[in-house]
């Protein structure tokens, strides 16, 4: 079973990030499953550090997005991602020695997602969805988007 459920109010109406933010919410329900279904460790282990990988990616590209579009409180905005970077990697190196902390972060992950997602996310929205508009109008593909996508997500 989903330990956590997308609802509608985690919609920022930017059709790219809502993508990245539901693809994390999946990835915590596998840790959830990985953790239950009793798999081990290893399988455990390999979901976290997929979790991980994807969500630094995902922040790189919010924050490159905001900047991009000239979103005024983009510094301050990286400054809370990587405050959770630092708190994420704690709980890794807590797993990689033994501990087991999953409870712990399956919580702070849904938690802090989705307070996350609904303040901070929400603020950029309007400023990032006007520059993209703006941006499909006058690029052609392969511009900016695409090549900050290929480069954040091989
Ligand atoms: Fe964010």
Request: glycine share 8%; hydrophobic share 40%; proline share 1%.
């Amino acid at each position: 079973m989903a330990l956590l459920i997308w609802q509608d109010n985690l919609n920022t109406g930017i059709e790219i990030i809502d993508g990245q933010h539901q693809r994390i919410v999946e990835m915590i329900n596998q840790l959830h499953n990985a953790q239950v279904g009793g798999h081990g460790n290893v399988l455990v282990g390999e979901v976290l550090d997929e979790l991980i990988d994807y969500t630094l990616s995902h922040f790189a590209f919010e924050e490159e997005l905001m900047e991009e579009a000239g979103y005024p409180f983009h510094a301050a905005h990286k400054r809370v991602h990587d405050i959770f970077t630092k708190r994420v990697s704690e709980y890794r190196m807590r797993f990689q020695s033994g501990e087991d902390v999953t409870d712990e972060l399956k919580g702070m992950l849904s938690r802090w997602l989705f307070n996350h997602i609904r303040s901070d996310d929400k603020a950029y929205a309007e400023t990032v969805k006007q520059h993209l508009n703006h941006f499909a109008r006058t690029h052609q593909e392969g511009g900016w988007l695409g090549r900050t996508l290929k480069r954040l997500f091989k």
